[in-house]
């Protein structure tokens, strides 16, 4: 056993906590634990004092309410995709445990009549999305990381993804949930009525709440049935007003639009240079706009440069170069990955601005969810402590009404600016729901919230 400096209690907290789970399913070993502590974009670390892998809900509990008692940190971890180092432990501070739900594998069968299934935290988005396609649905959200990120940490973040356009955030999709509070107290509502008005409604409350009120357990998701035969396009746009204007006329009359991403020319050389990928248009454009639609056909404007796959494996090959982006600026080193969420008439002005923020010798991608107004500013070469190049930019999206995490949550990343996009109302009411959930604090501190 090899365990991080800590405490005697907390040592003793671990002691009770092995005896629950199981020796196997806590982790001490430094080097095991180190996989743990460092996120996705490799930018956010931090010493763990264990990794705490429960089985059931009642582990979860009996974990909560041993580390409350003892005033030991833990910071729940799902698939660890976060990329605002929600996930894993700040550098400094008391070393926190670390709880990894993957061992929260329930996977019901569909509810045909419901149209619904209820998951367990731990399994994947991927693998949701096949059991549901096996009985003829499909689920709503969808995202790059689909094969790592987990059900339960898409929940936490109110993850978006690339069909934000055609069924909503995941709020829109989790109509029940299973959570265990900081005291180890279980609430359990996955009954899934599609009418209920009983009070607060606290499964809305867990979705996006980034592992500082509670572990959410298991989740009831609302379904939906497919669309059938989809067509993908790549369009060449000079910007992004012309972009969204492409995106309102090109889709059939009948049909849905079930997808439009951007790239910037940046990002598209950048993955080219990457990943190896042919060229995908004759000519260079500023922004290559990716269209996925209900049916067989886009309506584009006859003199449009574009590329329509007529068969599901070009159709893949378009979204590479669109689902690539995270990965190919993060094979240049620690990149600053920066997720704002923007007006849409503003989405150009802003790109041009965030841009203009980084030093010349960096390179600086934006791609994202253009009909959300999502744009993900992606900046490589510049230090990974270089906080000062984020806050400019967050302050420029604020400015033009925006705020500075349309969907990868606040993290530890942002939460220094929580005020740049919340009035000081709002964050004394969050402190306050926090207090009532978490009057220990010992669900991930320093995560969303600023520390006091
Ligand atoms: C290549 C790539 C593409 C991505 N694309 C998108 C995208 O399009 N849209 C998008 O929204 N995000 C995207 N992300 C970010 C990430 O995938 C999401 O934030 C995802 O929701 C995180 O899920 P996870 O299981 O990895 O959670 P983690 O990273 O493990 O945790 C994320 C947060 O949720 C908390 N948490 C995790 N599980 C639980 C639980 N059971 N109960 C309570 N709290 C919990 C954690 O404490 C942390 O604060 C992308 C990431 C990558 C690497």
Known sequence: MSIETTTPGHLECLDRIAAVVGE?????????????????????????????????????????????????????????????????????????LILSTLRLRRLDPVDDLAGAVTVGAGVTLAEVADHVRRAGWTYGVDLAARDTATIGGTCATNAGGIRVCAYGMTRDQVIGAEFVRADGSIISRLDGLPKDNTGYHLTGLMVGSEGTLGVITAVRLRLHRP???????????????????LVESAVPEGERLLAAEIIDAEGIRLVREVAGLQPPLEQEWPYLLLLEVSGDWLELPADSDAVVAMDTATAARLWEYRERQPDAISALGVAHKLDISVPLPRLDQVATAARSCA???????????????NLHVEIAGVPAGDNELDRAIFAITAEAGGVLSAEHGVGRAKAQWLHLSRSAAEIDTMREIKRAMDPAGVLNPGALLPLS
């Not at 582990?59 to 976060?82: K, M, Y």
């Open 24 to 96: 196997p399913n806590l982790i001490v070993d430094r080097d095991l634990v180190a996989g743990y502590s460092v996120d996705w974009t490799r930018r956010f670390s931090g010493p763990a004092v264990a990794v705490v892998r429960p089985g059931s809900v009642a582990e979860v509990a009996a974990v909560l309410a041993d580390c409350s008692a003892a005033g030991l940190p833990v910071i729940p971890q799902g698939g660890n995709t976060s990329m605002v180092g929600g996930s894993v432990p700040a550098p400094t501070g008391v070393p926190p």
């Open 359 to 373: 030093p010349g010798d960096a390179r600086v991608v934006v791609f994202g969810h253009l009909r959300d107004g």
């Open 227 to 245: 669309v059938g035969t989809t067509t993908v396009g790549l369009v060449g746009v000079p910007d992004m007003a012309a972009a969204l204007d």
